[in-house]
């Protein structure tokens, strides 16, 4: 924690900023700490409510459409050094189908689960999803998905500060869902397929 207070510090929204873009290209992180980052400027005055939506939206997206062209390039790669394996070729088809199935509308629903959103731009430029339908059903989707969550963290400050006993729950919260979400659950799925 004291790593991010100190990289909040020293670069402010800037560090906040790049930590959501890595972080929807598919790298684990706490972005949440960005966001309470961001409440408390709000209430210090130094920027309002709705910049914040606007700033932390662009860098989902920045991170998404960077992540949607490693996958389009990973695609590629895959089809021509790695076409000859079975198992991958299945995987690719399986993707592109989901794709083309499920379309467009999937880049929105995906920007609201934790575990899926910052894989989900990758998998859409590996399955081939178009790309300007990809872009504005993932900024939709985006910018609902920031307010929910400045809200949130709005509310979370608030118990936290005017709240003992709530401290006890926002810290296993954050604990169970970073813990939990990212390093625990996939590994007890791996261990329940063998």
Known sequence: ???????FDSYGLVAGYILLIVENMGVPLPS??????????????????????????SAHMVGSISAYYLGLVGNSFVSKKLSSDNKIALTKKKVEAWYKRYGSVSSFFVRFIGYVRPWSSFIAGFGKERFWPFVVWSAVGTIIFN????????????????????????????????????FLFPYLSKRNKN
Request: net charge neutral; no cysteine.
């Open 32 to 57: 949440e700490i960005v966001y309470l980052y961001g409440i408390d400027q709000v209430k210090k005055g130094a920027h309002s409510f709705w910049y914040l939506v606007f700033l932390f939206s």
């Open 1 to 7: 924690m004291a790593f991010f207070q100190n990289l």
């Open 147 to 182: 307010i929910i969550v400045m809200y949130f963290s709005e509310w979370l400050v608030y118990f936290w500060h005017n709240y003992q006993w709530s401290r006890t729950i926002i810290i296993a919260g954050f604990a169970f869902f970073f813990v939990g979400i990212w």
